[in-house]
């Protein structure tokens, strides 16, 4: 099988790309594992920044809905224990990392840029969160850290009531930290990274630390209760109805 993750160095920048274009780098298990591997690599970490990007046509347009349905309780503990992680793994870097977004970051594409600490957006971009539509919720730490990013009415804006969010927009709110044009995104942020990795490397990583410290809260707290309530939420009709009409399609 063909690998869905590329890790290179360009100067003192490790980047990450998503290789699952053909299903616009929708997140299954196997790519959540590839990911988690990466992290623990040494051209990765001991690399100054870390950017994630993926294709032109979708950073990631969320999970892979074959794989989340029928699971019961057990299996999205176990899950969760697992793979499951990966957004959590990412946002636990030490050293600071960018989202180079392209077309479509959606779902558990949208979570995982969320957990690293700059996004640049080309101005195609496209954003959302669909989750509640399918009867579930984000559930990889987007609920927890938009409330956190956003406060609890934009939050609530984003998760409820918007389909999708154009880059303009999600700039305008505070979601993205830069729009460029079409195709410049991953070139932008490389150009940030190799800004802060002229950075004294201690300072920029404790100073990381030190925000990430007094954003946090009870964020163990919040991710229990957004795990918790996806696997109540993913066993309702509503959830396999909604699932099985998206899939049709």
């Given at each position: 099988?063909?690998?869905?993750l590329?890790l290179?160095?360009?100067q003192?920048?490790?980047i990450?790309?998503?290789?699952?274009?053909?299903?616009?780098?929708a997140?299954?298990?196997?790519?959540?594992?590839?990911?988690c591997?990466?992290?623990?690599?040494?051209e990765?970490?001991?690399?100054?920044c870390?950017v994630?990007?993926?294709g032109a046509r979708a950073?990631?347009?969320?999970?892979d809905?074959?794989?989340?349905?029928?699971?019961?309780p057990?299996?999205i503990v176990?899950y969760?224990?697992g793979t499951?992680d990966?957004?959590e793994?990412?946002a636990g870097l030490p050293?600071?990392t960018?989202s180079?977004i392209?077309?479509?970051?959606?779902g558990?594409?949208?979570?995982?840029a969320?957990?690293?600490?700059f996004r640049?957006a080309d101005e195609h971009?496209?954003?959302?969160l669909?989750?509640?539509?399918?009867?579930i919720?984000?559930?990889s730490g987007?609920?927890?850290r938009?409330v956190?990013?956003?406060?609890p009415?934009?939050?609530k804006e984003?998760i409820?009531?918007?389909?999708r969010?154009?880059?303009?927009?999600?700039?305008?709110?505070g979601?993205?930290t830069?729009?460029?044009?079409?195709?410049?995104a991953?070139?932008?942020?490389l150009?940030?990274?190799?800004?802060?990795?002229a950075?004294p490397?201690l300072?920029a990583r404790?100073?990381k630390?030190v925000?990430?410290s007094m954003s946090?809260?009870?964020?163990?707290?919040g991710?229990?209760?957004e795990r918790?309530?996806?696997?109540?939420l993913?066993?309702?009709?509503?959830a396999?109805?909604?699932?099985?009409?998206?899939?049709?399609?």
């Amino acid at each position: 099988m063909p690998e869905l993750l590329e890790l290179r160095r360009e100067q003192r920048t490790c980047i990450v790309t998503l290789r699952r274009e053909h299903k616009l780098n929708a997140i299954s298990s196997e790519l959540e594992r590839e990911l988690c591997a990466a992290l623990d690599r040494n051209e990765l970490r001991e690399a100054a920044c870390v950017v994630l990007t993926g294709g032109a046509r979708a950073f990631s347009a969320g999970a892979d809905l074959n794989e989340m349905r029928g699971l019961d309780p057990a299996a999205i503990v176990s899950y969760y224990e697992g793979t499951g992680d990966f957004a959590e793994r990412v946002a636990g870097l030490p050293q600071p990392t960018f989202s180079a977004i392209s077309g479509y970051c959606l779902g558990g594409g949208l979570e995982l840029a969320l957990a690293t600490d700059f996004r640049i957006a080309d101005e195609h971009a496209v954003f959302g969160l669909p989750e509640v539509g399918l009867g579930i919720l984000p559930s990889s730490g987007g609920t927890h850290r938009l409330v956190q990013m956003l406060g609890p009415a934009r939050a609530k804006e984003l998760i409820l009531l918007r389909d999708r969010v154009s880059a303009p927009e999600a700039h305008h709110m505070g979601l993205v930290t830069e729009v460029v044009g079409e195709g410049e995104a991953l070139s932008r942020a490389l150009i940030h990274a190799e800004r802060l990795a002229a950075l004294p490397q201690l300072a920029a990583r404790v100073t990381k630390r030190v925000i990430d410290s007094m954003s946090e809260g009870a964020r163990s707290a919040g991710l229990e209760l957004e795990r918790l309530a996806y696997g109540l939420l993913a066993q309702t009709p509503d959830a396999e109805e909604a699932t099985e009409r998206r899939l049709s399609k």
